[in-house]
């Protein structure tokens, strides 16, 4: 039996990774990564994923059989503000190559058609196409790392806004003159429930004299992480429990008013904080009970992503798929 | 030239209006109203849309020529929230008739195919056909009244979520542990900037003691409006100033979230509130400006509605016009 492949290529601040991910849909079969290494161009970066890509190929047909033939196209992922028109990077903080035409590039590269979109809608629709929200009627995704960041997909449609900018979910205010966000703001979702915040959280607290056992955290208060607050709270530290457990009610504030807009069917909490579980969902669940008018609470199930670490690369992949297709 | 029509019926807690629309878009030719008399229950107000209807054919086909068999379906609006499914009234706090089939009930007696939506929809629908975002990419449409409705129309298309309970914009949240909403929850963006909010803020000053040409209002303070607020604000009341310039910079709040989020081409603030006008649209303007991302502020158009009084009906009749071409 032969089968068809797209490559899926989610370009990160730090690491690359390439896979080959099947036509219809499923998990990545060969998937590998390597150093960005952003601050020596554009080009440089293309020139990895042309040698990943040379090594996904050769690694899936021999394991899967079919020649290079039978790969059709390449999604890339990147993290935003993208010009999705001219396929090209605009001020992405990580990859600093403004106007830097990184479709284009890849496309020649791999002499394949290629398609670009930002992480968070990648991760939408590959939650949508065969992750926790399978063809679901909507799916709203939010991740949460450094930042947060999001995409919303409905009826198959991944929804992009009139120039490319919508669903910026990190960045709705839940609080008008609340805590500074990096993006200049206040009160931003993202300065409560994004990992950052919640290790920042847990800092502030902590050098303002409160009792911890992450006082001790041999990375240093400097080197705190949400999973290391998230390994507290499970082992019982109190003030780690209330840290996560605020993050969680505010990230409900914010899916709240998002399912009063949106009245999506999924919410997808994915990202490295959302392995946190239990403890960031159960509050989170609850605000949105407590906010969101019940026939669109009732409506909608907030669940986890399904395909952490592969999101970006199934992704992106699922996103050619799409758009090679209309 | 003989022309088609549809009918559009606009049912308020108070007044139901009539109007004969062209098929194919424009304002009203024939537009009566009547009232409501929601209390005797759903088949009385029926009787009144019929009585009306016949009344408004009669008077088109007067004024315009043709005859009956020229109009060809009705759209009906309502206050949320329905059963858009049903095609049914569910407790909607001014029209006590719930699980009312208005719909199917409306179509029996003109004997007309019928289509039912929310106030909101039919306001963003009709801004959309011919007012004052026609035909752009997308429109996002706040109204401004006892509280703050909204709708969604991209590409044409009402957006209606999963189960049509889409964009209560009036309640996402803008401040955590903020104002008491009438919804029962705090912070919404309801709470702080619809005609009712703007009316109850100045109240509450003006009774905490500060100065205000308010104090002597001819109403009395528990009859004062946002309109009189509005008023004093012209004539220099400083503290009527104060309490429309907050609201409309907490209007921007949510405004500059729901941009961050859609990247609509056009938000239209429309209802009764919006025609304060600068006052109110200069700080909304202004805090977009400050809160949401670069791109999505530069691509989106902020405009006061332009269908002031005849929404209601020219958007249902759009509707009806849209969902019977699908």
Redesign the interface.
Known sequence: MSHRWVLGVDIGGTNVVVGAVPLEGGPPVASISGPTLAERGGDATVATIAALAAEVIETTVRSEGGDRADFVGVGVGCPG?LDLEAGAI?RTPNLPWDGYPIRDRVAEALGLECVLDNDGNCAAYGEWWIGAAREA??VLCLTLGTGIGGGFVEGGRVF??????????G??????D?RPCP?G?RGCLEAYASATAIAARARARIESGEASTLTTYAGGLEGLTARAVSDAARAGDGLAAEVIEEAGR?LG??V???V??????YVVVAGGAAAIGDPLFGPMRDEVR????E??AD??RIVPGSLEGQAGVIGTAGIFVAESSR
Chains 1, 2 share one sequence.
Request: glycine residues 10%.
């Open positions: 503000p605009v009627h909507s992009r806004g009139v120039n490319g900018a919508a669903f910026e979910v960045h709705i205010t839940i609080e008008v609340g993006c703001n505010m504030v914010g709240a008013s998002l009063n807009v949106l009245n999506p069917e407590r906010r969101a008018f026939a669109a409506a909608c």
